[in-house]
Nanobody, 128 residues
């Protein structure tokens, strides 16, 4: 089982940028597809972004498309989420997740149940 620890959260203003990182230990991240999910206050957890094993396929939730970018660095065993033009509705706890799978379907990457390892989350608060 891979252990995941998120960092980089904080309090920012609308329009600002923030970069989240997720560091892995215990296993090499090169064996996993990686995703970011978030849960806002009073909301269910939702899919944000995912990246395939090779890094060749990225998938984004509709609300973050064109603003967020996911990337992976297998040499450093990390996955990152660059968040630009942040909005108050992006306020949430952000979780990284890892799953040992490959799929040709982008929709598959949006499912929570395919990720077996989860971090504890990092809080992102965007003020208006």
């Amino acid at each position: 089982q891979v252990q995941l620890v998120e960092s980089g959260g904080g309090l920012v203003q609308a329009g600002d940028s923030l970069r989240l990182s997720c560091a892995a230990s215990g296993r090499a991240l090169s064996n996993y597809a990686l995703g970011w999910f978030r849960q806002g206050p009073g909301k269910e957890r939702e899919f944000v972004a995912a990246i395939s094993l090779s890094g060749g396929r990225t998938t984004y939730g509709d609300s973050v498309k064109d603003r967020f970018a996911i990337s992976r660095d297998n040499a450093k065993n990390t996955v990152s989420l660059q968040m630009n033009n942040l909005k108050p509705e992006d306020t949430a706890v952000y979780y990284c997740a890892a799953g040992s799978f490959y799929s040709a379907s982008s929709t598959y990457y949006t499912r929570e149940d395919v990720y077996k390892s989860w971090g504890q989350g990092t809080q992102v608060t965007v003020s208006s």
